[in-house]
């Protein structure tokens, strides 16, 4: 079922009306009929399961009724290194299907790619597209934010119950991503920080843990920065919201 975030917030049995471009899709993309279904998200991350109208050349909906929250139960900052090209939009696209909450784009010392201030609100808005189609698609009610890009000094001082820092270096036995996950059972927010293609320098690992980050090793394998980040979204998720250890 087709998912569209709306403002506002709706009530049952409520009309509203669909923006131009969702309007578009609706009619000439999926070429919906009167009374289609579809999901839509309001503003308090409501999701409604919602009948399609038309009338003069206006698309609107009926709600129906209230559906089931699919939150996570931690709200994971995910905070990565600029990557080249096609694979950092491949990024965006899969971290908001893995749950990310929210994604912080880092400018580290081996990051190959250096945003351009010219052109960074352009970029900002299409990687928000990129993240709003991609929360769509996976029918999560969250609509996950890209912020703009930072310096690595500045994401030092995220705020979270958690802040993980993954390094290709780190001693598997002494900085288990698993045990790291058991010491803090009852948390609501992790921030993880993924490195670019040349990984962290060690000065930068040392300085994360200053600032109160857990450096962890994600196992034997070193992984692309993509990888690396999908699979630490993947192990919270996971951990806190599928494993029977969770209370």
Request: glycine letters at 6%; aromatic letters at 8%.
């Amino acid at each position: 079922m087709q998912q569209y975030f709306v403002q506002g917030k709706l009530n049952i049995d409520e009309r509203f009306v669909f923006n131009k471009e969702q309007a578009h899709h609706i009619k000439n993309v999926l070429r919906m009929k009167q009374g289609s279904q579809v999901r839509v998200v309001d503003a308090c991350e409501q999701p409604y399961l919602t009948a399609i109208e038309f009338a003069d050349d206006q698309v609107a909906g009926l709600v129906l009724e209230a559906l089931p929250l699919n939150a996570s139960r931690v709200k994971t900052t995910l905070i990565m290194g600029l990557i080249k090209g096609d694979k950092w939009d491949y990024l965006l696209q899969k971290a908001c299907e893995c749950g990310a909450y929210e994604i912080q784009p880092m400018i580290s010392s081996r990051c190959v790619v250096k945003a351009k201030e010219e052109k960074a609100d352009k970029k900002l808005m299409r990687w928000n597209k990129i993240a709003l189609e991609a929360c769509e698609q996976c029918k999560r009610a969250h609509q996950t934010p890209v912020l703009a890009s930072a310096d690595f000094d500045q994401v030092l001082g995220v705020q979270a119950d958690l802040k993980l820092i993954a390094y290709e270096d780190a001693d598997l036995k002494a900085c288990n991503l698993a045990a790291v996950f058991k010491e803090h059972p009852d948390i609501s927010s992790i921030a993880v920080m993924i490195g670019p293609e040349g990984g962290f320098s060690l000065e930068e690992v040392a300085k994360a843990e200053a600032f109160g980050f857990v450096r962890v090793s994600l196992g034997t394998a070193i992984f692309r920065a993509e990888t690396a980040a999908l699979f630490a979204l993947n192990a919270i998720s996971y951990h806190y919201d599928l494993s029977g250890e969770v209370k």
